[in-house]
């Protein structure tokens, strides 16, 4: 997925599955959640409980790269 175009509109499809298929093509891959919104229980349940790194919208670039830095620490 790195890139290249996502190949489905991600706002209809759930992001748990969107997740799900990312850790199965790409295990141990960091991942950083950006989101104005987390509208969805299951959603909150990957930032919250599966203890995914969470970067709220809007950021700026300094929030952005102290983000992907963290990540990317593990």
Same mark, same amino acid.
């Given at each position: 997925?790195?890139?290249?175009?996502?190949?489905?509109?991600?706002?209809?499809?759930?992001?748990?599955?969107?997740?799900?298929?990312?850790?199965?093509?790409? +295990?141990?891959?960091?991942? $950083? !959640?950006?989101? %104005?919104? *987390?509208?969805? +229980?299951?959603?909150?349940? $990957? !930032?919250?409980? %599966?203890? *995914?790194?969470?970067?709220?919208?809007?950021?700026?670039?300094?929030?952005?790269?102290?983000?992907?830095?963290?990540?990317?620490?593990?």
């Amino acid at each position: 997925m790195l890139g290249r175009e996502t190949p489905f509109p991600v706002d209809r499809v759930p992001m748990p599955f969107i997740f799900d298929r990312f850790r199965t093509l790409r +295990p141990g891959c960091p991942v $950083l !959640v950006c989101s %104005g919104y *987390l509208g969805t +229980p299951q959603l909150q349940a $990957l !930032v919250q409980d %599966g203890g *995914l790194p969470f970067l709220p919208k809007p950021f700026t670039l300094k929030q952005l790269v102290g983000a992907v830095k963290e990540t990317m620490r593990g």
